[in-house]
């Protein structure tokens, strides 16, 4: 399983199939730490808190009161998997675990069909977890309801993306979803503690430097499984060398990469692309930069990344600032033509030039105004001065009749009505006072002043 480990600690007494598996100490420190029950959770306290949905299908005291379903929704390392395994744990229940990845419906109707058998003949209840439950197809999903339906097993189904797009309507009706957060860094020391101290963990046999700790829990980025996994790298280092204390050095010997929170097909990867947009058009460039390094470090192809660039030059600057257009499609197309990781510095000076310009949606609701008035109908025939003259006959409709041709005018401005009829002096562009607008905004009015005879 890739997608989340821990927010807990303590041994878990796992179903029948893992509890070798759990108790083996050559299980990966994360495994052998998972907990016993609830109590020992880290963390998520709004999801384990007495009441809770999750209380109410561990107790299942009354089947009736219990979800026929539950959605855990969260990002790596928050506990979704472990959670599954206590609900499991609880109570005499078979447990029965499907990757989303690897199984079709197939698997999941001879899963079903065996959970309905067991139920009907033993009165033995069955949990089906389904790891990354986003990744099943719509047929695949459709396949679960009856079973959820009829409560022929405790689905628990567990993603990393945002079900309310990624889950089907009707089986999203019938599930609790439970949202799991971060863990906050008072709960990734307590899970540190446990897992240098417990027998089952490390067991005493190193110690962690207060610089290595806050050094592990930045490089983690609140990933529990990312931490245990590092702490277990960094110990067995220091061992191996006869040594019994993980400073900096030792960790960093054992830990190249920080998690990073972005996926690159799931809501870590439109959140950040939000946050980026949002903070060049706030023109905080620190943030943009960080955002920006944030999808570098991720592997963003870089094209998208210049593309965003590309489209808040016009969006969030436009005329305040002609030039950041300019700046960004050359960035974007040199971007296309050098790539990664000589790119990163074209990226960021455009990103820089963006975010830090004066600031006009002028534009934006220029053309949005005119959009929305030709949806509604409004818009008329193009007056008959300005319709096209060049073929024959069209002389005799009128056409072009009265044309004043603009570079003949003082100026170079003709004074004509240009718009249809019903939208004559209605001002889609209304310039901002701000930057090179401002001008603009001068400019505007005294062409509008020439061509309206206003």
Do not use: C
Request: hydrophobic share 45%; glycine share 8%; aromatic share 4%.
């Amino acid at each position: 399983m890739d997608d989340d480990l821990f927010s807990l600690a303590g041994e878990a007494p796992a179903p029948r199939t893992l509890a070798d598996r759990n108790r083996d100490h050559r299980a990966p420190l994360a495994v052998r730490m998972r907990p016993r029950s609830l109590e020992e959770v880290v963390g998520q306290r709004q999801i384990v808190r007495e009441g809770s949905p999750l209380r109410r299908l561990v107790a299942a005291d009354d089947s009736r009161t219990a979800p026929a379903s539950v959605i855990l929704w969260g990002p790596p390392g928050t506990g979704k998997t472990t959670l599954a395994y206590v609900v499991a744990s609880a109570g005499d229940r078979e447990f029965v675990e499907v990757s989303a990845v690897q199984a079709g419906v197939k698997e999941l109707r001879e899963v079903i069909d065996a959970a309905r058998s067991r139920l009907r003949t033993t009165g033995r209840e069955t949990v089906l977890f389904v790891d990354e439950v986003h990744r099943f197809s719509k047929a695949q999903q459709d396949s679960l309801l009856p079973s959820v339906e009829n409560r022929w097993v405790t689905l628990i189904a567990a993603t990393t993306e945002n079900p309310y797009f990624s889950v089907i309507s009707p089986l999203l009706s019938r599930s609790i979803v439970l949202t799991l957060e971060p863990l906050d860094a008072d709960d990734l020391d307590l899970l540190l503690d446990r897992a240098l101290a417990d027998e089952r963990g490390l067991g005493g046999a190193v110690t962690l430097t207060p610089e290595a700790r806050a050094d592990l829990l930045r490089l983690g980025g609140g990933d529990a499984r990312k931490i245990l996994t590092s702490l277990e790298a960094a110990a067995a280092a220091v061992l191996m060398e006869g040594g019994t204390e993980i400073g900096p050095e030792e960790l960093a010997q054992a830990v190249s990469v920080a998690a990073i929170r972005y996926d690159r097909a799931g809501d870590q990867h439109y959140d950040v692309v939000s946050a980026f947009i949002k903070s060049m058009r706030g023109s905080d460039v620190d943030a943009a930069l960080h955002y920006l390094a944030r999808m570098i470090v991720a592997g963003e192809d870089p094209m998208f990344i210049a593309r965003r660039v590309v489209i808040a030059a016009s969006e969030e600057v436009a005329m305040a600032d002609p030039t950041a257009l300019q700046v960004a499609v050359a960035a974007m197309d040199a971007t296309k033509n050098i790539g990664f990781p000589e790119a990163r510095l074209i990226l960021a000076q455009a990103v820089i030039h963006v975010a830090t310009a004066p600031k006009s949606n002028a534009t934006t609701l220029a053309i949005s105004r005119a959009m929305e008035d030709v949806r509604a109908g409004r818009g008329g025939p193009v007056p008959a001065h300005l319709r096209d003259a060049h073929y024959t006959g069209a002389e005799k409709l009128g056409h072009g009749k009265g044309y004043a041709y603009a570079h003949d005018a003082p100026h170079g401005v003709a004074r004509q009505q240009y718009a249809p009829d019903d939208l004559v002096g209605v001002d889609y562009y209304q310039p901002k006072p701000i930057g090179d607008e401002a001008e603009a905004a001068r400019r505007v009015e005294a062409l509008r002043r020439l061509t309206r005879g206003e």
